[in-house]
Structure formats: structure tokens, C-alpha cells
């Protein structure tokens, strides 16, 4: 009796798709010697998904032949449980793996040399592209290695010389708007603080452009509630920026009972704003607006009106996996979609 959990192998690929053995290891390794219709290509490799077969990753390293893999990188721990970023991840697995491509997810860590000897570590184990999701320690020691080892790479948010980012400042610059617009002047952004480089954040460059003729004190002064945060936290980053918002709103309605309007710098903070405001009776989008960012779900379909900027996934997604096997400069923008809530 067959062993179903035998490990399949070109020889049974070709067996049931009735095509020699040649033929399907050229399909399944993209060679370009190989002239089979787009249908017969697609075939095969349904057939390959189906039966589960997976190729022998040593061997091809020890060939030198391709091995259709792909890392996608996480620069930080605390990205890695953003929604949109899990989002992404598994819309990048899924595309990657309809189209013949294994993936090995990782998320480094607060240590230079350790992300330097786990980005090297993959391209021994024959990682060929890679996916930078942020700006992790060592980036720039990473791109190095990159070149040098002659692998393609795109980054999403991320300082690497291929990269697509989300435009933060016109996000932030339409939900400032939106406030203005409903003559909430007396409105704080909620910031983690990052000393003076806070100054160069997008959302605070974003406040400089509509509020513009005033100083960077004096816009701190009279708009910030910085939050300081160190990413060694010992709690997940949701319990955090949850508590972290429900204090700062806290001390900001109890200096100013008048305060119109909050912008946090992301959902799980507002949703923390969110509870503080309504256990001392305020009205969400009557006496206070408030935003945040990244869409959450628990934004979507929160009983009160949260304003919120969402990814839009999809193109996000495609951008990244046609740029992926380019080696040509890229530097893009990927537009926001604001949902406007009251």
C-alpha cells in the first residue's frame, strides 16, 4: 500500500499531468528554455500545489540553481501584530505561492549584528528576494549585503533605495483638515516621542503644512501630548497603545475640558481614548472627534464614529511583488484611503 505521506517528487508531477519528467522540472523551475503553453504551465503547477510536492532546497543551492524563495522581513516585533501588516503577509504568501514561490517570514529584533547574521543566514539557506516590511536595525548594513550577494529586494516603509511608502503626511493632512473644516481648532495629536526627531515624523510635518507659519515649539507646545516608548516594552503593543491612550486622554481632557478633537497615532491608542471619553460621558463625534490610523477592525465596527486611515492591501500587495525581481531604482508613494467618521 502507498505511503501518502511519501515525499512527491517530479517523477509523480509528471506521472499524472502525462508529461515527461524534462518538462515538468523546467515549468516548475521557470526555465526560460521551456515552450509550453501558459495553460499547461498552470497546470503543473496546481498539479505540484495539489499533490503538495516541495522542492529540494539543498540540492538546488548545492546546483546552483534557482530555489524560488522569498523572505519577508519584519523590521520590528511591534509591527509584526499590526493588522494591516498580518494583512499583508498573508496576501504576499498567498500570490508568492500561487505563482511557484516559497516564503520564510522573520522578525528581527533590537540587535545590528543579529539582524546582519539572520539576513545572511537566509541567503545561505538560498533566500534569493526579499521583502523589507520597516526600517530595521543595520538596514543599511542589510542593503549592503544585498548587493553583494546580488539579491532583488523592495521595502514597504522602509529607508531602503527600493522602496514603496504610505504618505503619512496627506493622511494626516486630510484628517487635520476634516477637524478644521468642523471648526475643532483646539484638537492634540497623540505622538510616541521621539525627542526632537519627532520634529521629522511625517504626522508632525504633516501638522507643520496646515498650520504653517509657526515654529516647532510652539506647534508642540500648544498640539502634542508626546507618549515615550521603548520598543523593549514587555507587554504586546495593542495592551499598550491601549493603555497608553486611555492615560493620555486622561491627562489632556482633565487640562482642558475644552479640547475639541484627538488624533492618535493609531487605532489601538484612539480605542483606549475611545473608553476614557465615554466613561466621563463625552459624545464621540458630537462634543469630541476623534481618529487614529491604520483601520482596524475594532475601528470598523466600533458602536462610536473613529476617523481612520486604511492600506489598501491589494495594490499595496501588487506593487510590492512587481517590483520584488526588479534591480532598477524605485522610490514611490502608495495613496491613502481615509474614511471619515462623525
Excluded at 526600517?135 to 539579491?151: A, C, M, T
Excluded at 495593542?238 to 482633565?254: D, N, P, S, V
Aim: glycine fraction near 6%; include cysteine; hydrophobic fraction near 40%.
Amino acid at each position: 500500500m502507498k505511503n501518502e505521506n511519501t515525499r512527491k517528487t517530479l517523477k509523480d508531477i509528471a506521472a499524472e499531468a502525462k508529461l515527461s519528467v524534462a518538462t515538468v522540472s523546467q515549468i516548475l523551475n521557470d526555465k526560460p528554455c521551456n515552450f509550453s503553453s501558459e495553460k499547461t504551465k498552470r497546470k503543473v503547477k496546481s498539479i505540484a500545489h495539489q499533490m503538495g510536492y516541495r522542492p529540494n532546497i539543498g540540492y538546488k543551492i548545492m546546483m546552483g540553481h534557482k530555489t524560488q524563495t522569498v523572505g519577508i522581513i519584519i523590521g520590528f516585533s511591534n509591527t509584526r501584530s499590526d493588522e494591516h501588516i498580518q494583512k499583508l503577509i498573508l496576501h504576499l504568501n498567498e500570490i508568492l505561492l500561487k505563482n511557484g514561490y516559497a516564503s520564510y517570514v522573520c522578525t528581527l529584533s533590537l540587535n545590528e549584528n543579529e539582524n546582519i547574521s539572520t539576513i545572511e543566514d537566509l541567503i545561505h539557506r538560498g533566500v534569493e528576494h526579499f521583502v523589507m516590511l520597516g526600517s530595521p536595525r543595520g538596514i543599511e548594513k542589510i542593503q549592503v549585503l544585498f548587493h553583494r550577494y546580488d539579491k532583488t529586494y523592495i521595502g514597504f516603509n522602509s529607508v531602503l533605495d527600493r522602496n514603496l511608502n504610505f504618505d503619512i503626511v496627506s493622511a494626516v493632512k486630510a484628517i487635520l483638515e476634516f477637524f478644521l473644516n468642523e471648526g475643532r481648532t483646539n484638537f492634540k495629536m497623540v505622538l510616541l516621542d521621539q525627542g526632537k526627531s519627532t520634529f521629522l515624523e511625517d504626522r508632525f510635518i504633516a501638522l507643520k503644512n496646515i498650520l504653517q507659519g509657526r515654529d516647532n515649539e510652539e506647534l508642540w507646545n500648544k498640539y502634542i501630548y508626546p507618549i515615550p516608548y521603548s520598543y523593549e516594552t514587555t507587554i504586546e503593543f495593542e495592551e499598550y497603545a491601549f493603555l497608553k491612550g486611555y492615560e493620555a486622554t486622561r491627562e489632556i481632557m482633565q487640562k482642558d475640558f475644552f479640547v475639541q478633537a484627538i488624533f492618535y497615532t493609531n487605532d489601538n491608542f484612539a480605542i483606549g481614548g475611545v473608553k476614557y471619553l465615554v466613561e466621563n460621558d463625552y459624545k464621540i463625534g458630537k462634543d469630541i472627534a476623534v481618529a487614529g490610523f491604520n483601520n482596524i477592525h475594532a475601528v470598523r465596527y466600533n458602536p462610536f464614529p473613529v476617523s481612520s486611515v486604511e492600506h489598501n492591501i491589494d495594490h499595496i500587495s501588487k506593487v510590492l511583488l512587481e517590483e520584488l525581481f526588479k534591480k532598477t531604482p524605485f522610490l514611490a508613494l502608495e495613496k491613502p484611503e481615509i474614511h471619515i467618521r462623525k
